[in-house]
């Protein structure tokens, strides 16, 4: 499997979730997630794939292409409360994606996983960027990594919030996740504490999230 491909099937795993009927009827009640509504994770979760069609469509930029790993290092979100300009900008994008509703986010999201289909498996392994970020890219195949991570993480939230068995991922889905989360938390925590909370439960910290 390519991670190309593997994009697409773990995109495709979490729009079954959304088209769950529990989704649409919890809808307009509050998720798991402080200050998000379930209607906004659900569209937080189809935004992973909504707008890469039109990044590989962008030209590449004449911005430096960095690692996965120092975008999030220049990006500093990690670090950002639940109250932050940013974090708030991330749940109204959420909120207005749904705002047509359960069934229309889903036909987008699955109109946009036919299309990336078709063109992300011939795609070069280009930089691309969110609007949003710094002046900055990453290569395409390590923004795609970043998005399992958002899929699987997000897909949890979402099925915690409306009382479902949180969706199985593939094995080698979940170790990339898991391989990009351990990493990102060396970046907030000692590596010992680290190394401690997988593998000694009489001294493991109480924290080791990522963000």
Known sequence: ???REDFLTTARIALELLRHQKV?????????????GVSGLAGHVAYQALPLP???ATPPGDEPVVSLMEHYDRAKWTDLDVDSEFHTRIRAGGEKLAAEGRDALCDRF???LDELAKSLPAMENRGVRMPHWGPWAVPLDEY????LMEFVVHSDDLAVSVGL?????????????IDLLTRMALNKHRAIDVVR???????APQDITAF
């Open 165 to 177: 068995d949180t969706p199985e991922f593939p094995r080698h889905v979940n170790e990339m996740v």
């Open 24 to 36: 649409a009827q919890h809808w307009d009640q509050p998720s798991a997630l402080p200050e998000f």
């Open 1 to 3: 499997m390519t991670i």
């Open 144 to 147: 795609l990594v970043s998005r």
């Open 197 to 203: 909370a997988l593998s000694r439960k009489e001294r």
């Open 54 to 56: 039109s990044m590989i």
């Open 110 to 112: 699955e109109q946009t």
